[in-house]
């Protein structure tokens, strides 16, 4: 669905093709931030950037404009989409342990759910919504969204098994494998195949699996709940309207999660070196399928081309947008550099209805820290 997903492909794009590298002296990351907070538009923003064992984390401007408080690393955000790859993981593992095949059709698993006019579920398989390569539709009429933005009620709750239902009310993007689509609907999904499966919520098999492990311990997975624990970015749209108190049911185990840049940095790296998974799973982490010149799709991660002096370097990691809150996750290749970057505003009224999403694109920073 729109305004829950990954930060766009055009907004990715419109800086690529536009920039080179970020400031050239003193510090470029802080340069390239500094140039999206304030009069870039964006309130504020919060990073952790890496390079080898070198850590550095900072904040720029505010995480509440009402009471001018300074942003700073230790604040959440909503992660939006960069949760895919927690869901992604833990559907990787119980493959893994032959809980289940990333080739079984989900028909197998969740009889009769993905049922509709033109949908063959006994043809789309676990793989492919892992990719994107499913078909699955995701509600794209504004009315959808008319409870948060038109109505007000940002404590309204849309379960993930309605948002399923009324998905395929829809013909599917294209048949099973023969095309690649963004699917939040897919990821709920697999929210639904992990609980089938286990027996247990999939918050608790994220938790058991992965924040427990890992020590995550400033991360959690609402269920309802509009309001953030702790220490927050508030965030808002772009007419500057604070967008922080939203319900995320819609969202669920396709964007739900809440974390910090360090939590979602060392998540990213565990996962991405080959901590979390065995080397079969692994490797199905990172099968790509192209989208675009711009970069692929793996399971629940991505790639993205960036244009560096000397050449174009190839990226891993994820992005995220839901209300208020749009964020990057990206490490290099090799793993010697890595940027997590949060910053406080998304426009989810301009994506459903068609508008500017944010003010500026983030990716002179990500370019700054990884080029």
């Not at 892992?130 to 709750?157: E, K, M």
Request: hydrophobic content about 40%; overall charge neutral.
């Amino acid at each position: 669905m729109r305004g829950s997903g990954k930060l766009a492909a055009g907004v990715l794009a419109g800086v690529l093709l536009a920039s080179g590298s970020a400031a050239a002296s003193g510090d470029p990351v802080r340069a390239a931030v500094g140039d999206l907070v304030g009069e870039g538009g964006f309130p504020g923003a919060v990073v952790q950037v890496r390079t080898g064992e070198a850590v550095s984390r900072f904040g720029a401007g505010y995480a509440n404009q009402a009471t001018r408080e300074p942003a700073g690393p230790q604040h959440r955000f909503r992660i939006a989409s960069n949760t895919k790859a927690f869901v992604a993981t833990v559907v990787l593992r119980l493959a893994g342990e032959g809980s289940l095949s990333l080739d079984d059709p989900v028909e197998r698993r969740l009889p009769g759910v993905v049922r509709g006019p033109g949908y063959e579920p006994e043809k789309i398989t676990l793989r492919m919504l892992l990719n994107h390569t499913s078909g699955v539709h995701d509600p794209l009429d504004p009315q959808f969204f008319d409870p948060y933005l038109v109505h007000g009620n940002r404590a309204h709750v849309i379960t993930p098994s309605e948002v399923i239902r009324r998905s395929l009310t829809d013909p599917p993007s294209f048949a099973p494998g023969t095309g690649v689509k963004y699917s939040n609907t897919g990821y709920l999904v697999l929210g639904k195949v992990i609980e089938q499966v286990t027996g247990n919520d999939v918050r608790e098999e994220i938790q058991r699996r992965i924040l427990g492990p890992l020590g995550l311990g400033r991360t959690y997975f609402p269920l309802w709940s509009p309001f953030l624990r702790g220490p927050h970015l508030h965030g808002y749209d772009m007419r500057g309207e604070d967008m922080t108190v939203f319900s995320p049911s819609y969202d669920w185990t396709a964007g739900a999660m809440v974390s910090t840049v360090d939590d979602v940095a060392a998540f990213h790296r565990a996962l991405l070196s080959g901590r979390l998974l065995a080397p079969a799973q692994q490797a199905e982490l990172k099968r790509l399928v192209p989208y675009s010149d711009l970069g692929a799709y793996g399971a629940g991660v991505e790639t993205l081309n960036l244009p560096c002096d000397g050449g174009t370097k190839t990226v891993w990691g994820n992005t995220g947008a839901g209300p208020g809150f749009s964020s990057v996750s990206m490490s290099t290749a090799d793993g010697s550099k890595q940027i997590v970057l949060a910053l406080n505003v998304y426009d989810l009224a301009a994506d459903v209805h068609g508008g500017k999403r944010v003010p500026k694109p983030p990716m002179p920073a990500v370019m700054a820290a990884l080029c």
